[in-house]
Nanobody, 129 residues
Framework: VQLQASGGGLVQAGGSLRLSCAASGRTFSKVAMGWFRQAPGKEREFVARIRWSGSSTYYADSVKGRFTISRDTAKNTVYLQMNSLKPEDTAVYYC???????????????????????WGQGTLVTVSS
């Protein structure tokens, strides 16, 4: 399974970017896909996730109201629309996918790094002040 993230770049504060992440390779039953980010010297943190079936979403408080996660099941792709960007949003953004594990945890919040099975290579987002 490969996850290919793209769309990062340099943007001024208040600007917008749209990240994309396409899944390819072996077919698997996806429970959810998510976005995480990691700033220099900090741990990887949850940003947003979307359930593959039903499309319910969940966001970190720091991005709620500014970022929107969506998915296109036909294209096996998840998107992250980022508006009103702030310098503190600067980080490498990673997409991740969770396969169905057949356990109760599949219905959880799914905001932890260990809850995902496949990861993309990351795309850098830099927000200048």
């Amino acid at each position: 399974v490969q996850l290919q993230a793209s769309g990062g770049g340099l943007v001024q504060a208040g600007g917008s970017l749209r990240l994309s992440c396409a899944a390819s390779g072996r077919t698997f039953s996806k429970v959810a896909m998510g976005w995480f980010r990691q700033a220099p010297g900090k741990e990887r943190e949850f940003v947003a996730r979307i359930r593959w079936s039903g499309s319910s979403t969940y966001y970190a408080d720091s991005v709620k109201g500014r970022f929107t996660i969506s998915r296109d099941t036909a294209k096996n792709t998840v998107y992250l629309q980022m508006n009103s960007l702030k310098p503190e949003d600067t980080a490498v953004y990673y997409c991740a996918a969770r396969r169905a594990r057949g356990t109760y945890s599949d219905s959880g919040v799914l905001d932890g790094v260990l809850e995902y099975d496949y990861w993309g290579q990351g795309t850098l987002v830099t927000v200048s002040s």
